[in-house]
């Protein structure tokens, strides 16, 4: 199993301002994934995080607005660029540990507000 | 793409009915199929993953089916309890290990 720590757990923003949330693992895991649930909406995958290199990133969504690093194989930021209210969403970060038989864990989420 | 449909979206029943949440969805080249427990603030809890060889995982009152072929999965919940209120969902993992979820169905247990 693998215990995800997500932070902040919410935030209020202003319109155009970024937010980077922090997601720590506390295992090494092989893969890290950033999820975005609108209001009302199931979870949509934005990006999926590599370790030591750049992010891949779903349809529709773009490096410039949600750039991602992962400078390890426990440790991840989603950066939210230049925020709207149409951002205004849960965001999640999970893993796939590396002895966990593809069960994905998550974090308890970052409640996201912009003003 | 892969969409994944949960149905009903919110059920509400008294304390010690059995249920069962339904979930579809249209690609049947699945990996596995997995239910979550989602809490408010808690993000969410893995309940039961179903390789796409099997055909039931079963955890305490929770019992989860999977029908390749139909394109469905059920999640049983014997003798509900109010701690089992929450927001229930499904996704379908392909090769790629991406999880494709459904919205969820939110259930109340009233004591």
């Known amino acids: 199993s693998a215990v995800i720590s997500q932070k902040p757990s919410r935030d209020i923003c202003q319109r155009g301002t970024s937010l980077t949330i922090q997601c720590q693992v506390d295992s090494q895991v092989t893969m890290m994934f950033w999820y975005r649930q609108q209001p009302g909406q199931s979870l949509t995958l934005i990006a999926t995080?590599?370790?030591?290199?750049?992010?891949?990133?779903e349809s529709g969504f773009v490096i410039d607005k949600f750039p991602i690093s992962r400078p390890n194989l426990t440790f991840s930021t989603l950066t939210v660029s230049n925020m709207s209210p149409e951002d205004s969403s849960i965001y999640l970060c999970?893993?796939?540990?590396?002895?966990?038989?593809?069960?994905?864990?998550f974090g308890a989420g970052t409640r996201l507000s912009v003003l | 793409k892969q969409e994944v449909t949960q149905i009903p979206a919110a059920l509400s029943v008294p304390e010690g009915e059995n249920l069962v949440l339904n979930c579809s969805f249209t690609?049947?080249?699945?990996?596995?199929l997995q239910w979550f427990r989602q809490d408010p603030g808690k993000g969410l809890t893995s309940l039961l993953l179903?390789?796409?060889?099997?055909r039931e995982q079963t955890s305490g009152r929770l019992n989860a089916s999977l029908d390749k072929s139909s394109g469905r999965s059920t999640l049983y919940i014997a003798a509900s309890q109010p701690g089992d209120s929450a927001t229930y969902l499904c996704a379908a993992q392909g090769g790629s290990e991406k999880l494709v979820f459904g919205k969820g169905t939110k259930l109340t247990v009233n004591p």
């Open positions: 179903i390789q796409s060889s099997q």
């Open positions: 995080a590599n370790q030591g290199s750049e992010a891949t990133y």
């Open positions: 690609d049947s080249a699945i990996y596995n």
């Open positions: 999970s893993a796939l540990p590396i002895a966990g038989g593809n069960i994905q864990y």
